[in-house]
């Protein structure tokens, strides 16, 4: 086998190509990770009745998680990139494994949340640095390619998880949603070990444990906020203190990182315009992708009157429309570069939103159909170029950091989304508890057309980002 640039090429293992195990590695670490998270909301209200908990305190088994999760990227990323990257996605393995195992073992709702933070923080690893495990193994002319594919085993674990974890609670109760990560996750971490190659050695940098630190406060006090903003009240004490908690921490976080020879986070990376507008348009869609999410099960269920398995089906049409169109999106922005198919696909999200904006009671099933599948084909159209211009814009020595950047955008873009949907439904339905029909209609159309400014302002941001980036050049 022979190295070609930061890529290793020949017959690999079995006699199949070494990039192709690579995907398969990360691939499975991803697809794992995606199930567990959309398994787990499924089973929610079945472990609060197993485990006698309260709604107030089973919703931690998902917001733990995902704390846990956006607040450690940037620390992982970090390391990985000081360690190699392969010693931490291993470990990310064998964290989520073991974490997986400790959730299926708990009985009880404590020990539960406890796992499932040491399950975050294996889920931050593998997050963290699938892009950048993955983009060393392909040559730059397939960089697109290799990222949609990934992105294409992240929504089929997306899209599978509500059906298998509701058969699967229902018939063999909810620990067996944990267990079956530990033979898929033991299989991975055995291929990861003979697929995956030493990347660096110790580059002797130090780690920068304060900047560490900063950053996580900041990102936990502010994820809280966004996710508990709106069931406590904006003006409660807690709420308050955690935001200013962030903005505290966020601002000793850049002081620190400004004064530090080896930053946590490089900021000259943001003078990238081509790797910051990339970012913000990451953000953006994800932002939009979850205030959807948000929103139109109100609509479908005490709007338009639909059952919830109904509602459940037509939701799917938003996953299955990005399975479809990802992986060609990735091969097509190899060709023509990021820009276009990356735009194209915010301005096509964007459209989608908007139409979702204009619905009425009276609007057939099949037209709902057609408008969710618009916004999920402009997600899949936009994710694999825009992550293969984040990823390509960064020298190799940060490309952990950057994975991770990506991931946080995605993590933060949901919260966000979720926060501002809330904010902007409940406000509308004022007083009203449960709300008509048509008030219900109306709060959603709200929120619906603000989301799609944010769309919008994604699309621009994808437009502006810089020279068309071509597989020579990025």
Known sequence: MRETGTFCEGPGWLGIGHKWWTLAVVGTGTFMSALDTSVVNVALP????????????????????????????????????????????????????????????????????????IQALGAAMIFALSPSILISAF???????????????????????????????????????????????????????KVLRPDRQDTGQPFDPAGAAAMAVTLASLLLVLSKGADLGWGHPLIQGLAGLAAGGAVAFVIIERRSTHPALDFRLFANRTFAVSVLAAYLCYLASAAVSFLMPFYLLSAAGYSVSHAGLMMMSVPLAMLAVTGPSGCLSDTTGVRLPATAGMVLMAAGVALLGRLRLSDSAGHLVACLALLGAGTGLFTAPNNSAIMG??????????????????TVGFAS?????????????????????????????????????????????????????????V
């Open 393 to 410: 814009a960064v020298p190799k020595e940060r490309q952990g950091v950057a994975g991770a950047i990506l991931a946080a955008a995605r």
């Open 139 to 193: 040559p730059a002319n397939e960089r697109g390619r290799a990222l949609g594919l990934q992105a294409t085993m992240t929504y089929l674990g997306v899209a599978a998880g509500p059906g298998l974890g509701g058969y699967l609670t229902q018939h063999f109760g909810w620990p067996v949603i944990f267990y079956m990560n530990v033979p898929i996750g033991l299989l991975a971490v055995l291929a990861a070990r």
């Open 46 to 117: 079945v472990i609060g009745h197993a485990t006698r908990s309260p709604v107030s305190t089973v919703e931690w088994v998902i917001l733990a998680y995902l704390v846990t999760v956006s607040s450690s990227l940037l620390v992982f990323g970090r390391l990985a990139d000081i360690h190699g990257r392969r010693r931490i996605y291993m470990a990310g393995l064998l964290v989520f494994v073991a974490g997986s195992l400790g959730c299926g073992l708990s009985g009880t709702v404590g020990p539960l949340i406890l796992a499932r933070v």
């Open 417 to 473: 989304g979720v926060a501002l949907a809330g904010l902007i439904y409940m406000a509308c339905l004022g007083s009203q508890t449960g709300g008509s029909p048509e008030a219900v209609a109306r709060a959603v159309r709200v929120g619906l057309r603000v989301t799609a400014v944010f769309a919008l302002a994604g699309a621009v941001s994808s437009a502006v980002r810089g020279p068309a980036n071509s597989p020579k050049n």
